[in-house]
């Protein structure tokens, strides 16, 4: 089997976000993670909106230190990014992030429940900042 790995992405603070500023600047923010993503991928990983504001990104062929580096190059992306959701203001958002990797024979619902685990341990800890489940 081919090493794969699963990165989950929650947006931190989501929905005081979306309390602030609308619906229609909050779906701003989930296009604007979506390109981070995309700007931060191989053409052989792929990428999903998973929840809300939860995006799955699915790295083949990827072990867990260097599906640690490309959660981490995720996670700095999105803080980076400013967002102006009014005029002359600049909000940046954070997003807590779980790693986990694929262990041959295992069911999907298992590595999916290992990276959500990682997310939400993520999150508790102080939020914008990724954790890894081996």
């Known amino acids: ?9 929650d947006i931190d603070n989501f929905k005081g976000y979306n309390d ?10 989930l296009a ?16 999903y909106r998973y929840g809300g504001e939860e995006f799955t990104v699915i790295l083949p062929e990827t072990e867990g230190e260097n599906a640690l580096l490309v959660a981490e190059r995720l996670r700095k992306g999105f803080e980076e990014t400013v967002l102006t959701p009014l005029p002359r203001s600049e909000v940046h958002m954070t997003v807590s992030v779980g790693v986990t990797q694929y262990i041959p024979g295992e069911e999907d619902s298992v590595l999916i429940k290992r990276a959500d685990s990682a997310m939400y341990t993520a999150k508790t800890s102080g939020k914008n900042r990724v954790h890894q489940v081996r």
């Open 1 to 9: 089997d081919e090493p794969l790995s699963l990165i989950l992405l």
């Open 20 to 29: 602030t500023y609308g619906h229609l600047e909050g779906d701003r923010v």
């Open 32 to 47: 604007v993670l979506a390109e981070v993503i995309r700007e931060t991928l191989r053409s052989a990983d792929s990428a």
